[in-house]
């Protein structure tokens, strides 16, 4: 297990992570249980796809913190955005602005790293 998933628990990050999408429940006669369960499937799928790539990227870099020591506020929203990123393009759609101003993530066809730069490893 790596610096930042054992830091990033599911449990811990859904509610943070629904905050930042900008994601309310719903009434269940507007979304029925079992798509609500599936949406929340997928953005936990996201969430670890953003934390296995936030590991490749930094590497070792993370390493000297205490298992204690709180994850880097940047990290945290890195994934978060990668993850607002893919749930803008869950679809295969191109990404498209959702008007909400800076809080859109329009990263085009790759995901910025960075917010993961300054901790990152490079192996020579």
Same mark, same amino acid.
């Given at each position: &297990?790596?610096a930042?998933?054992s830091?990033?628990? !599911?449990? +811990?990050?859904?509610?943070?992570?629904?905050? =930042?999408?900008?994601?309310s429940?719903?009434?269940e *006669?507007?979304?029925?249980?079992?798509?609500?369960?599936?949406?929340?499937?997928e953005?936990?799928? &996201? @969430?670890?796809?953003?934390? *296995?790539?936030a590991e490749? %990227?930094?590497g070792t870099? @993370?390493?000297?913190?205490?298992p204690e020591?709180?994850?880097?506020?940047? /990290?945290?929203l !890195?994934? %978060?955005? =990668? /993850?607002?990123?893919r749930?803008?393009?869950?679809d295969?759609r191109?990404?498209e602005?959702?008007?909400r101003?800076? +809080?859109s993530v329009?990263?085009?066809e790759?995901?910025? %790293?960075?917010?993961? %730069?300054? !901790?990152?490893?490079? &192996?020579?």
């Amino acid at each position: &297990m790596g610096a930042i998933s054992s830091r990033m628990a !599911w449990d +811990d990050e859904q509610e943070g992570l629904l905050q =930042y999408l900008r994601i309310s429940t719903l009434p269940e *006669e507007e979304l029925g249980e079992a798509d609500e369960d599936h949406l929340l499937s997928e953005l936990r799928m &996201m @969430l670890t796809a953003a934390i *296995e790539l936030a590991e490749q %990227y930094v590497g070792t870099g @993370l390493d000297f913190l205490e298992p204690e020591a709180d994850l880097p506020e940047a /990290v945290r929203l !890195w994934c %978060y955005r =990668y /993850v607002a990123w893919r749930f803008q393009r869950r679809d295969e759609r191109k990404a498209e602005s959702l008007g909400r101003g800076g +809080d859109s993530v329009t990263w085009g066809e790759e995901p910025d %790293y960075s917010l993961l %730069y300054p !901790w990152r490893t490079v &192996m020579l």
